[in-house]
């Protein structure tokens, strides 16, 4: 069974310039999420699809930060303009059904450096 | 208050020893309990989880939960190198969306 894809797998921008991040989930999960580590931290969810539909981005930064889903497969997470604070890994995850107690499967993320 | 609070290491220990991993959290509400082990320049893998009080034992590895002082452990026996890794406790949020609340992660080295 194939995992999560994601790329590309480093980024470096300057600050001010946009960045978009890819997820292929794996087949037939209808969750996807996004989450941000920054370094010495633990994942922290900006972004909940189910299907094509977002449920749940309380803790997305809208300014400046935008997540679609549009076939409900595959998402992109984007940020413009970046800032140095973005700087951490951006985490895919999927599951099949979204409940709590379900297994999130992690893709290996994608490092993006902020200068 | 943060509600998931772990101490981050890192921890150092010879191959052979228990670990004891721990995370305390603040919300009394929360019913399950999760461990994810996170290699090096990987996404997190979920290990173990556990629902309300009591222990779950899966081979070398026992998750503990005690609700009565929202504190939950992971005791890892006869440790390897290969569990050197970042361990993350986490805990699902609002009710059916599935949601993590993750820990800051501890970083364990285990020596040859």
């Known amino acids: 069974e194939a995992g999560v894809a994601q790329s590309p797998r480093y980024k470096i921008i300057e600050k001010r310039q946009s960045v978009a991040f890819w997820c292929n989930p794996i087949?037939?999960?209808?969750?996807l999420y996004w989450y941000q580590q920054i370094l010495g931290q633990g994942p922290k969810l900006l972004i909940q699809f189910q299907n094509n539909g977002v449920v749940d981005d309380s803790q997305l930064p809208k300014d400046r930060f935008s997540a679609e889903r549009l076939k409900g497969v595959d998402s992109t997470l984007k940020i413009q303009p970046a800032k140095l604070e973005d700087s951490a890994v951006y985490l895919c995850a999927s599951s099949s059904s979204g409940t709590g107690t379900e297994k999130l499967f992690f893709g290996s993320g994608t490092q993006l450096s902020v200068l | 208050q943060k509600e998931v609070e772990q101490d981050p290491g890192p921890l150092s220990v010879p191959e052979g020893a228990i670990v004891s991993l721990n995370c305390t959290y603040s919300n009394s509400a929360f019913q399950y309990f999760m461990w994810y082990r996170q290699y090096s320049r990987k996404g997190p893998e979920l290990l173990m989880y556990t629902y309300s009080s009591g222990n779950k034992e899966d081979g070398r590895f026992t998750a503990q939960v005690d609700k009565s002082s929202k504190y939950i452990s992971l005791f890892i026996r006869d440790s390897q190198p290969s569990d050197s890794a970042t361990y993350l406790c986490?805990?699902?949020?609002?009710?059916?969306?599935?949601?993590?609340?993750f820990g800051k992660g501890t970083k364990l080295s285990v020596k040859p």
């Open positions: 087949s037939g999960h209808a969750t």
């Open positions: 986490a805990i699902p949020y609002g009710g059916s969306q599935g949601n993590l609340i």
